[in-house]
């Protein structure tokens, strides 16, 4: 008794919709995929001028506060001698300038956070995309598998969500999937 098992699918037309819809989400997604290094490389460059930047604030707090302890202690202990006045100045130009210099460091590190932030945004849009388009691809093969358009339907629903977050990356759209974030974040 010869059984012989046809390996052809009897909808040609899904088996071509599953191929279609597989080759524009891959080639989709590795666009995307390229954009997102190049956030992820920015927010790496924001992140390191961050710490340096609030580093820089921190010295130059730290070298205020020892200045003024000096001016302090050099008004205390040389009181009456004619030096004291000549290193009390210096130390007071130090201190102001350190005091000026201040806010403008806090505020350069302020602002390289929220490039950082900025940034974030677009990569949460592109990791959601890829997620959501992996899905995708996952269910058109079960949909080829299974012979069933409905299964592509659900195929097409995520890829259409990983296409909008992908387009929203590129684009710069506020969408952002914060549910989908806050649960894998």
Known sequence: MDLEVSA???DKRLNRAVAITVVILSVFTGLCNIKDGNIVQAMQQAQSDSVDSWSEYQAARTKMHIAE???TQIAFIGEGR???AAMLAGLDRDIARYRAEGPALAARAKAFSDKYDALNVHDDQFDASDASIATAISI???AALVESPAVLAMAWIFGGFGMVMGLAGFMGWAVHPDI????LG
């Open 69 to 71: 302890t000096s001016r």
């Open 8 to 10: 052809e699918a009897k």
């Open 82 to 84: 004619p030096e004291t």
């Open 180 to 183: 989908l974030s806050s649960l």
């Open 140 to 142: 058109a093969a079960v």
